[in-house]
């Protein structure tokens, strides 16, 4: 007598342990947000936890600042995240600023590219939340390393990163958030491309696709303090505003300007209404960006209550 589907699908589930039904609490997934409107708003709440960001762009754009965000906020929720470093880049007094508790945020400079892809996955058989690569352009496999400087073979790099992800990847579905940052370099050739040390296997296996680029000065008078940080989101398996973008203050001093992001927003939603360079918001008429958030920044409740009045 033939199985009836109920049977089947039982049947199925019952030997194969990699097998299980479409609603399985196991395939749901969870946001880390950014807490900044504008990208929770363009990414669909946040980097999704069991997939792969990729974050990209060129140098000084911001791209690491916005890796420490993630792990600010996964901290925040007494959540445990891992920052590989293969550039040697690690800046812990720039990182405190930037919100991470670092004594409780592991480290590794690693030597070779093995040794990375091997406490990554250990990581994730961990349950480490967040899990920050920075970056892939940093990863050499051993066989590079113990060679002299002159052996350099053609794509060795991409050969690497194409044979290591698709082992790597399986391990995300023990709840870590995989977040890996690469610079955009442009190639040899009568035409000027943005090309990612590593090849092109990351962009294939990436869920979330985030690329960085600055967009314009911010000035206080005539010195330049700062630049409109653009997040554009190039490709998304897990929802969000594909090919959408967001544009985001970024000041030297400090990072992402979070006062000004939120203004800029209420802005957009008419909660603060623009007449040339007049800014009303309810009673009060200020004049000029900069003085609407030294306003709020003087104003803390004030400012609360406006956080409170955007809608997401």
């Known amino acids: 007598m033939k199985k009836t589907s109920a049977e089947v699908i039982k049947d199925l589930l019952k030997n194969n342990k990699n097998l299980q039904l479409g609603d399985s609490v196991g395939l749901e997934y969870n946001r880390i947000p950014f807490n900044i409107p504008a ?8 980097i999704p936890n069991k997939r792969f960001t990729l974050i990209y762009g060129p140098t000084n754009v911001g791209k690491s600042y916005l890796a420490s965000q993630i792990v600010v906020n996964v901290q925040k929720e007494g959540g445990v995240a891992a920052w590989i470093d293969t550039e040697l880049s690690w800046d812990p007094v720039w990182n405190k600023k930037c919100g991470i508790d670092t004594s409780k945020l592991p480290i590794l ?3 070779t590219g093995e040794e990375v892809f091997d406490t990554i996955r250990k990581l994730m058989v961990e349950g480490v939340d967040v899990i920050i690569l920075d970056s892939i352009a940093g990863l050499v496999p051993t066989n590079i390393m113990d060679n002299d400087f002159s052996h350099s ?4 790099q991409a050969r690497f990163v194409n044979g290591a992800l698709p082992k790597l990847l399986p391990n995300l579905k023990h709840g870590s958030a995989l977040v890996a940052i690469n610079q955009v370099r442009s190639s040899v050739g009568p035409t000027a491309l943005d090309n990612m040390p590593g090849g092109l296997a990351q962009s294939f296996f990436a869920h979330f696709l985030m690329q960085v680029r600055r967009h314009g000065w911010i000035k206080e008078g005539t010195q330049n303090v700062g630049f409109d940080m653009e997040v554009r989101l190039r490709k998304t398996k897990v929802g969000g505003e594909n090919w959408s973008s967001a544009t985001v203050p970024f000041r030297v001093e400090g990072g992402i300007d979070i006062v000004e992001s939120y203004i800029r927003e209420a802005i957009k939603q008419g909660l603060i209404e623009q007449t040339g ?8 008429r200020l004049q000029g960006l900069n003085g609407v958030r030294g306003f709020f920044i003087d104003n803390e409740e004030l400012f609360k209550d406006l956080q409170s009045e955007l809608s997401t």
Do not use: F, N, R, V
């Open 39 to 46: 990208l929770d708003k363009l990414t669909g709440g946040g």
């Open 109 to 111: 400079q690693p030597t």
């Open 153 to 156: 073979p053609m794509a060795w």
């Open 277 to 284: 360079s007049w800014y009303t918001y309810k009673d009060t």
